[in-house]
């Protein structure tokens, strides 16, 4: 089993029979985000789950996706609960929705996933720039041979529907 | 639709005293709101035979609680959880009772849950190793239930307008009603203005939207209807029961929207349908305040108000003691003490058998003023029917139905 990775302060650990992550993470650290493709239905789905939620299929593959996406949601975390990220307050984490598969099977769904939104060069974004309806593509984090965090930066791109951030 | 409305009964309830530093075990808590119910109830450690309790890890087991009592099970089931188990455990219990398994079921829940393990995430639980489904969110620094809520909170200002001022409401609301509630932690009254001026938790959640982490054990009896008549208390029958019910994709419900929506949206059929009534039957809720924002989302859920003006109808007066519809008449978990939805059934027992314990001084013999300013009064006057909406996480709720 690889030894656990440490990061502010957290033991992350994947262990050789998790069929869920270990690969996932293997593509993260080859700077590719990557989530599951149902053999039978071909829906896509995150996280990454042993059966498809809409056709219970098992067989599956990996499919890279472009890594864009709009800002859903998103929260400013200004009293940290983890040690570690008591230094980086205030912190965004925010709920990306990607461009893949928007609004499918049911408009009600997609591909949605969590991340921090960082500048490029990974230190956090200003929290006055965090807002729905923002552009992101992913960047990542490295954290160890075998592990990166998917994390989203702002890109230039019109936004998508209306722009809202909480105010004051 | 299959129904047991009426069939079962709460007879007992019974807690420990709130506080930050019980300086004392889960097993000694339990034991004594168990021993505090049984009590209650004018029953004997021999009359109970079922045992049902929730924890996470942070707590005593049914084995060694029962025998500090004296009490020998036919029927005992410990199970993982929090907010939202305990409607689910007494219809478990009923459940249990109608399969011929035991008689009688007291359900407790004991936790240290400032001096131990705090709720948030801090001591003991934030040393616990990252992996398998919580990589998805907690190495960014999302944790916390309020952390892991946020998102879905922000999303309903966005979508509907709700502003935190008419959330703070809540908070308002409940403080008020703690005011005349002798075993609440938070007795002050707030204002809206204060609960909008404390410092940010995690946005939009201020320091005054976010529960109280507290130590304390409760306790609920259930028995049959029948049994339920040879009980001390007039009986609370219980009409209408939901367990965990869940959205899609509970493992990560952010992959199924809206995520504005809870749990309740599918609640909300199974438990009206048992009990045969409708939201504007019930004459006072207790829907879960681990935050303000709980409570509001889950009113509205629920058929109390249209989806998307929860914020105005919480801001309206009606879930104030004298309002339509007062909710959380103990201060709830926002300021009477946290303890995953228990003292919110317990409360509502209490006010069905009209003898909630206020500052009026023949309380316990259900002579109340019904004047609710501060030190006073808080039973709900000619209370029939009550409603608990219990929480977990967006996508994962319980309700329950009662009536006098």
Not at chain 1, 112 to 139: K, S
Not at chain 2, 9 to 29: D, F, K, L, Q, W
Not at chain 2, 92 to 117: D, H, P, W
């Amino acid at each position: 089993m690889p030894q656990p990775v440490q990061y502010r302060g957290m033991s992350l650990i994947i262990p050789d029979n998790d069929t869920e992550w270990k690969e996932f993470y293997a593509h993260a650290r080859a700077h590719r985000l990557v989530v599951r493709k149902c053999a039978a239905c071909g829906l896509l789905r995150y996280p990454p789950t042993h059966a498809c939620p809409w056709c219970m299929a098992l067989g599956w593959s990996w499919r890279e996706v472009s890594g864009r996406g709009t800002i859903y949601s998103y929260e400013i975390v200004h009293h940290a609960i983890q040690p570690g990220f008591r230094e980086l307050t205030p912190y965004a984490v925010v709920l990306v929705e990607l461009d893949e598969q928007r609004g499918q099977p049911t408009p009600d769904e997609s591909l949605r996933i969590i991340g921090n939104l960082l500048r490029p060069d990974l230190t956090p974004e200003a929290d006055a720039e965090v807002a729905i309806g923002r552009r992101v593509r992913v960047v990542f984090q490295d954290l160890a041979d075998h592990l990166a965090l998917p994390q989203f930066t702002l890109t230039d791109e019109p936004p998508q529907g209306r722009v809202w951030r909480l105010p004051g | 639709m299959k129904t047991l409305r009426d069939k079962y009964c709460i007879v007992g309830v019974g807690e420990t005293e709130y506080s930050r530093a019980s300086n004392r075990t889960t097993r000694a808590m339990a034991v004594e709101a168990v021993r505090h119910a049984i009590l209650d109830a004018g029953l004997t450690a021999r009359d109970i035979d079922g045992m049902l309790d929730y924890q996470g890890g942070d707590s005593t087991l049914a084995n060694h609680v029962a025998p500090d009592l004296g009490i020998r099970l036919n029927f005992y089931m410990d199970v993982m959880g929090g907010g939202s188990s305990t409607e689910a455990l007494i219809g478990l219990a009923m459940g249990a009772i109608e399969a011929g398994m035991c008689q009688t079921v007291a359900i407790y829940r004991s936790m240290n849950g400032y001096s131990e393990f705090r709720i948030g995430g801090t001591g003991a639980r934030a040393a616990q190793p990252v992996r398998g489904l919580d990589l998805a969110q907690v190495p960014f620094g999302m944790r916390s239930a309020g952390q892991n809520f946020a998102p879905t909170f922000l999303r309903h200002m966005y979508e509907y307008g709700t502003t935190s001022e008419q959330v703070a409401h809540v908070k308002a609301a409940h403080s008020k009603h703690a005011s005349q509630n002798p075993k609440a932690l938070l007795k002050e009254r707030v204002t809206v203005a204060d609960v909008v001026g404390s410092r940010w938790i995690v946005t939009p959640l201020h320091l005054l939207d976010c529960c109280l982490e507290t130590d304390n054990a409760t306790c609920v009896i259930v028995t049959s209807a029948e049994r339920a008549r040879a009980c001390r208390p007039r009986p609370v029958h219980i009409m209408g029961v939901a367990g965990r019910v869940s959205k899609p994709r509970l493992d990560f419900h952010w992959a199924h929207g809206p995520i504005t929506r809870v749990a309740g949206y599918y609640a909300k059929d199974i438990v009206f349908g048992q009990a045969g009534i409708g939201p504007d039957d019930v004459d006072l809720t207790g829907s879960y305040d681990a935050f303000t924002f709980t409570t509001m989302l889950q009113l509205e859920e629920y058929g109390f108000c249209k989806k998307g003006e929860g914020g105005q109808y919480v801001g309206s007066g009606v879930i104030e003691l004298g309002g339509r519809r007062p909710n959380n008449t103990s201060g709830g978990h926002l300021c009477e003490g946290y303890t995953h939805g228990m003292s919110m059934v317990i409360e509502n027992v209490r006010q069905l058998r009209g003898t909630v314990d206020d500052y009026c001084p023949k309380a316990a013999e259900g002579v109340h003023t019904y004047d609710y300013a501060p030190g006073g009064c808080r039973q709900v006057k000619d209370a029939e029917i009550a409603m608990n909406l219990g929480w977990a996480m967006p996508p994962l709720g319980s309700a329950l139905i009662l009536r006098r």
